[in-house]
């Protein structure tokens, strides 16, 4: 296992604000991890497990450990002909999982092609593009409980997921790390096209394919959305506001242009990146921190912001859309500190 001192975590998320930690340990397999968990190393100080740091926001130095996992396999599980389930392992980039499933013609990651980050996160974040979320092919999330070191299995519903949201963030938030991820995927053709334009715009690219999807998808996404390698920033900043139909309405006939998705009878989701756009931010700079200028619900490091630098611009983002629309707006980026 590598552990490392006093290491910059500037290359590890995302934002790439320059941040340290007192301790890194990456660990390789489950016995590892579980050593480590048992460590005074890990006993004595705070800590927080990341994946490749996609949608995290450090507040400062982290004075205390970093784990991450290099659990590195894909395998098959069971196969029929018309399924198949692979697990793999939560240090796999999520990406490269995705290409795996498109070039063996398994049916159902594609929409979720190009999304930064490790397969472990994806089973706690419930990532989602495209008309597709991930909680739709996961059957079983492997963890470690961090208290007793034993493995356990959650099955698609213990997970019990929802917008961006599972048992992991909320009863089970810090209790296991997850180790690996079995998905059910389909190989007789089954596409899922009907988000907005995407049916078109795949067809534009040619005929309706894995591949052509994939490739769609992708081209999109780098189109629309900054590359962390260039600016730094964690994707949207801020979940898409789910609000009671009454207020919609009402809201609705101030701003009829008001973009909008139904959930239920009585719920309706808004756009929050509309809303930051309708109060002006859209491509704004505060000091080292912004905007973007072609999705307003990302922020960006603008080259030396500070991780208090986007906190601070997030919450006068958050303060003009209550004022305007009378709608908090939550993060989605967690914000790391060992406070
Ligand atoms: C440009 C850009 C575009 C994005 N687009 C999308 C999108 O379209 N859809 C979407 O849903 N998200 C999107 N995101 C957000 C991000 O990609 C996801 O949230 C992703 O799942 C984060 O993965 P990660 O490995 O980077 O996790 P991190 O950001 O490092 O961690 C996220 C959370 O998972 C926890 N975690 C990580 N690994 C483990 C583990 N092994 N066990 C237990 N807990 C763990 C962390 O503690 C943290 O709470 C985007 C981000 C960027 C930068």
Redesign the pocket.
């Known amino acids: 296992m590598k552990i490392s001192e006093n290491i910059s975590l500037k290359t590890y998320?995302?934002f790439g604000t320059d941040v340290k930690a007192a301790y890194f340990a990456e660990y390789t397999n489950i016995d590892e991890l579980v050593e480590l968990l048992g460590s005074d190393l890990f006993q004595q100080q705070p800590s927080?497990?990341?994946?490749?740091?996609?949608?995290?926001l450090f507040t400062g130095d982290f004075n205390g450990l970093i784990l991450h996992?290099a659990i590195h396999f894909i395998r098959v599980v069971s196969e029929t002909d018309q399924k198949i389930q692979l697990e793999a392992g939560?240090?796999v980039n999520?990406d490269d999982f995705v290409e795996y499933c498109v070039q063996n013609n398994y049916f159902g990651a594609e929409n979720?092609s190009l999304?930064?980050?490790?397969v472990?996160?994806?089973a706690?974040?419930?990532?989602?593009?495209y008309g597709a979320e991930v909680k739709d092919i996961i059957t079983e999330v492997h963890?470690i409980e961090i208290e007793s070191g034993k493995p356990f299995v959650f099955s698609n519903q213990e997970c019990r997921y929802g917008y961006?949201e599972s048992i992991?963030?909320k009863e089970a938030k810090g209790k296991?790390?997850?180790?690996s991820v079995v998905v059910e995927l389909s190989k007789i053709p089954v596409y899922q096209l009907g988000y907005q334009h995407l049916e078109a715009e795949v067809i534009k690219n040619g005929e309706i394919s894995l591949k052509n999807i994939r490739e769609t998808i992708i081209a999109i996404?780098t189109g629309k959305?900054?590359?962390?390698k260039v600016i730094g920033?964690?994707?949207?900043f801020f979940m898409n506001p789910v609000i009671p139909t009454t207020k919609f309405r009402e809201l609705l006939a101030t701003y009829p242009g008001m973009p909008h998705f139904t959930i239920s009878e009585t719920e309706e989701k808004v756009p929050a990146g509309w809303l930051i756009e309708q109060c002006g931010w859209k491509g704004k700079t505060v000091g080292n921190a912004g905007v973007h200028d072609k999705q307003a619900l990302?922020l960006v490091n603008k080259g030396n912001a500070t991780g208090n630098e986007i906190v601070q611009l997030a919450n006068e983002i958050q303060k003009s859309v209550q004022e305007k629309f009378n709608i908090l707006l939550v993060p989605?980026v967690?914000y790391v500190s060992s406070k």
């Open positions: 998320h995302t927080f497990h990341i994946g490749s740091g996609s949608n995290l996992s939560s240090g999520w979720l999304i930064p980050g490790e472990g996160a994806s706690v974040q419930n990532i989602g593009a963890v961006r992991f963030k296991y790390i997850v180790t996404r959305l900054p590359d962390p920033n964690a994707g949207s990302v989605e967690i």
